[in-house]
Structures are given as structure tokens and as C-alpha cells.
């Protein structure tokens, strides 16, 4: 039995640890679900139909068309709300999305309705009515650099986008099944093939789930912005709040944050259109009793859609999302495997703004520490502990080296390299990210020695929302600065060596239905 427990909590974690609550759960594909054996144990023939092209099952797949502008938490959010939870971990894309819409030059006024603030973030600016500068015209089948280039130059950031500021995003998705069944290549499968493969039938079962985004801005100059991406789950029926992942960073122009911002003056500068591929329209938008004044831009593909809306007065992305259905799926008819035969499944996902607000951290807007450009790589070591209902505990070794790629004046980009050592006779599992961190954000490699000596004993630093994590100091003794966010169900511990600001170490934990997860990291070596 404990065999069995170790091996299912090595394939949960396999891909899915690393430093700074990197608890990255992906999802595979519906089609990939457990099989529900139908048909009979004993060993059955079937023929692949006329024209099929072979016998060999294909999984459905996700086409790439959304990839770069659909988060990949919305996978994880699926896994962690769905009943079949928990399901393998894949890995998921690491790089934010990009805004990915081309842009044209705007010949007409924009509408004259009045600027709108931004809830509860007074400082939201009112935008010229007509734009100080052209953008250039994509050709045909490209899409222009919107961080760089003509029409941008000198914009710098909105003047809402500061260091210490977190955006806070609903986000929602769903896999629903085209079919009820397909068949997939199975060397210990019932059904036989006339080239001798086996097949098995297996259940297409759909997933879902919800939760919220909070992109917290943890550098900003005139130039350059950076962007601390955590997504969090929400239990459908208890509200209750759930990590889900921090493992998203980015790195870019100030005047466009991800996907998450554009300046106001760029949106000003985007013609509206209407083609069978792309609508862009100027819209009111009514969202959670405020009506913005708003730029809608969707893509349409022979397979789906993909839309974001933007507030022309500040910038912010409103709400974005989209849907497409996955390739096509063998299907069993009769005693004929009929490849094409079933319905890909179709995802769908969403998000919404919630919120902005400035968090009034003491090391916001802080000097970054000299170590910071002399240092090449820093390591981990630490244990990772799954205590099971009913089955026990278990721990196994994990490293993280994080290799410094890139510094600014308060920011780093490294990648994390992260390796876990499972159960003898299990090769080690291996992983491997890029994370960007600023002197702004919570949770940094680093806070300025001048902003810890101020921090006392059980301060309370921030209480969030959405996340329901408060932000405290669990303590400062002999061995530095104890951090702590702390909710219901989960947390994250940081400890900071108070004389050079370095993050020495590190612990999360999250309680799952059956599984309590931990992680503990302390810092063994720098280079």
C-alpha cells in the first residue's frame, strides 16, 4: 500500500516543485483521463476504417492558438477544482502571454465619453482624446512589436503602474468533452488491431475550476516594468483558497505590461475593424457595476476565438478569454476503429478584473543589494513532505539552483533549476523555469537590510481580499527577519538575513482534500 502512495504522490509532484512556491499543477488533456475498461477483458480484433490513414490512435490536442494568450494557470485551475483530482502533471509554458493583436493607425476621434476610474486606485489617469503619435501599419500575416518601434517611444509607463501595485483578476476555465469515449494505443489494451497493435477505450471526462491571478508589479522605471504572477484556486463549494503557483514572471517595456496593461495612448492608436478574422470595436463595458469606456479586440480562427477588452482611459485589461476545440478523436464503431470519428474536446477560459491597489510595503521602491550583481547562482537544499489520509507521510530530498541571467537597477531575472530525489528504483524528477523578481514584490530573493531593521515582531503587513493571505512578521531573532503569508489553507515562510537583505530560506504548505503538502528550503551555497 505504501508503495502504491509513494509512487502517486511522486507522479503528482514530479514536475510540479521548486523554490518560491513553484507548486506548478498542470493538466493532460481530457482525453488522457484514467481508463473505464467497456468492453470485454479477453482479447478483441477490430479493423481501422477505409481510409483512415492507420490504425494508431491520436490523443486530442489543444492547437497552439490560444497558447500565447489564455494563461496556463487556467490548466491548473482545472486540476485542482476537478472531482478526478489529482490527475499527471505535465509542464506548463513558464512565459506570460504577450499582447498579441495587431495594431493600425487611428484615423477617427475617440469617444467622447467620460474618464472612468479605476476602483478603489484614485491616481487612474485621464488620456488626451486624440493621439500624440502613429503607430505603423502591420503587413499582411504579422504583428508588430507593441514594446518597441514607432509610435511608442518615450511613452513610459501609465502613471497608475508603480512599484508595489497588485492587479487582482477572476480567472475561470473549462474542458468540455465532444465524446463520451475514444480509443487510444494501449500495449496492454483488449482490442487488437489488424496490424497487430492494441487498443484500449477509454473515458473523455471534462474538467473545471476557478480561482484569481494577482500580478503584482515588483519593478517599474521609465523603461522597464516586472511582474510577479501567482494564481490561487477556489473551492467551489467552501470558498476555501488554495496556491496553486507563483512560477510566472515577465520582463518587458513599462508601457505594456504583459497582457495585463497597454498604455492608454497605444489603445488610442488602434482603428477599429471589422473582418471575419478580428472585430476590434469601442464599446461601453459594464463590469461589476461600472460602465468603462472600453476597446474590445477578438480573434476568430477556424477553431476558435480569443478576445481582450481594455480600459481606454488607464489601460488596464478588463477581461479577456476565449475558446477552442481540440483536434478530432479515434473512436470505436462497431468493430471498426474509425479515426476522426469523435469530437474534440473544447476549452474555455476567462478572466475578469477585480481589483488594484497599492500595497504599502516598507521595502517598496528600495535600493537593490550589491550582492545581487556580484552573485552567479544561488542553491537550495531542503525536503518535500506529502502526508497522506490514511497512508502516511512521506518525504523526499529537493534541490533549487537558481542561475542568474539578468539584473536591472531593482530586478534579476534567473532560471530555477529544481530537482527532486524520489523512492529507490525512481530516477530523480527534473524542472526548470524563469522567474524575474523586484526589490517591490513580496517574497523576493532579496528586501533592503535598511526596510527589515525596521520590521517588529508580529506587524502586520498586508491582508488581501481575494487570496485571504495576510502578510505579517512571524518574528526577527538571531537568525534574521521571519516573513509569513498565511491563509485558511495554505502559506508561504520567507526568512531574510537582516544584514545583507538575502533570502536564506524558505517553506510553503497547502492542505488538499487528502494531501498535506510542504515544502522546506534553506540556502546551502553561493557563487
Known amino acids: ?26 493538466i493532460t488533456s481530457a482525453q488522457e483521463k484514467a481508463a473505464k475498461p467497456k468492453l470485454s ?61 495587431p495594431v493600425t493607425p487611428l484615423p477617427e476621434t475617440p469617444p467622447k465619453s467620460p474618464p472612468i476610474q479605476l476602483p478603489s ?13 502613429e503607430t505603423t501599419t502591420p503587413g499582411p500575416g504579422k504583428t508588430p512589436d507593441v514594446g518597441s518601434g514607432q509610435g511608442t517611444t518615450g511613452l513610459g509607463p501609465p502613471s497608475w503602474v508603480k512599484p508595489g501595485v497588485r492587479l487582482t483578476f477572476y480567472a475561470a476555465s473549462a474542458t468540455v468533452p465532444g465524446t463520451g469515449s475514444q480509443i487510444v494505443e494501449d500495449e496492454n489494451g483488449n482490442l487488437i488491431g489488424s496490424s497487430g497493435k492494441k487498443y484500449s477505450e477509454t473515458e473523455v471526462g471534462g474538467t473545471g475550476g476557478q480561482g484569481y491571478v494577482e500580478v503584482h508589479i515588483g519593478y517599474v522605471d521609465y523603461q ?15 470558498g476555501a483558497i488554495i496556491i496553486l503557483s507563483t512560477a510566472l514572471g515577465h520582463v518587458g517595456p513599462a508601457h505594456t505590461g504583459g497582457e495585463y496593461w497597454i498604455h492608454p495612448q497605444l489603445l488610442l492608436q488602434i482603428q477599429q475593424r471589422l473582418t471575419p478574422g478580428q472585430k476590434i470595436l469601442r464599446m461601453p463595458y459594464h463590469l461589476d457595476g461600472r460602465t ?6 477578438q480573434t476568430t480562427t477556424g477553431n476558435g476565438f480569443a478576445y481582450h477588452t481594455y480600459d481606454l482611459n488607464t489601460g488596464v485589461l478588463l477581461s479577456a478569454g476565449g475558446s477552442t476545440m481540440g483536434s478530432s478523436v479515434p473512436v470505436l464503431r462497431g468493430d471498426t476503429i474509425v479515426h476522426g470519428g469523435g469530437a474534440g474536446s473544447t476549452f474555455i477560459g476567462l478572466m475578469r478584473f477585480k481589483s488594484i491597489r497599492q500595497l504599502n510595503l516598507p521595502w517598496n521602491g528600495g535600493a537593490m543589494p550589491d550582492w545581487v550583481s556580484r552573485t552567479r547562482s544561488l542553491t537550495f537544499e531542503g525536503t518535500k513532505t506529502a502526508n497522506v489520509t490514511a497512508a502516511g507521510v512521506y518525504s523526499f530530498p529537493i534541490t533549487a539552483k537558481l542561475i542568474f541571467q539578468q539584473t536591472g537597477p531593482g530586478w534579476l531575472r534567473y532560471i ?15 524542472g526548470q523555469s524563469e522567474r524575474v523578481v523586484g526589490t517591490s514584490q513580496v517574497g523576493g530573493l532579496w528586501i533592503p537590510p535598511s526596510a527589515l531593521r525596521q520590521l517588529r515582531s508580529n506587524q502586520i503587513l498586508d491582508q488581501d481580499q481575494y487570496s485571504q493571505m495576510q502578510l505579517r512578521v512571524r518574528g526577527v531573532d538571531s537568525s534574521g527577519v521571519h516573513l509569513i503569508e498565511e491563509g485558511p489553507r495554505a502559506s508561504r515562510a520567507y526568512l531574510y538575513n537582516i544584514q545583507n537583505g538575502m533570502l536564506i530560506g524558505y517553506s510553503d504548505s497547502k492542505k488538499l482534500d487528502m494531501v498535506t503538502e510542504t515544502n522546506s528550503l534553506t540556502l546551502r551555497g553561493r557563487e
Do not use: C
Open 224 to 238: 522597464t516594468a516586472t511582474l510577479d504572477i501567482r494564481a490561487y484556486g477556489k473551492d467551489i463549494a467552501t
Open 416 to 430: 530555477q533549476h529544481g530537482t527532486l530525489i524520489g523512492p529507490a528504483g525512481m530516477p530523480p524528477s527534473e
Open 292 to 297: 468603462y469606456n472600453a476597446l474590445r479586440i
Open 121 to 133: 486606485f484614485p491616481d487612474a489617469p485621464n488620456v488626451p482624446k486624440t493621439p500624440r503619435e
Open 1 to 26: 500500500m505504501k508503495n502504491k502512495v509513494a509512487a502517486w504522490t511522486i507522479r503528482l509532484t514530479l514536475l510540479g516543485f521548486i523554490l518560491m512556491g513553484l507548486l506548478v499543477y498542470g
Open 41 to 101: 477483458p479477453l482479447p478483441r480484433k477490430v479493423e481501422g476504417a477505409k481510409g483512415s490513414g492507420g490504425e494508431t490512435a491520436t490523443d486530442a490536442q489543444f492547437p497552439n492558438f490560444l497558447a500565447p494568450q489564455l494563461p496556463s494557470f487556467f490548466l491548473e485551475m482545472e486540476t485542482w477544482s476537478s472531482p478526478n483530482y489529482p490527475a499527471p502533471i505535465t509542464p506548463l509554458p513558464q512565459t506570460p502571454p504577450r499582447y498579441p493583436t
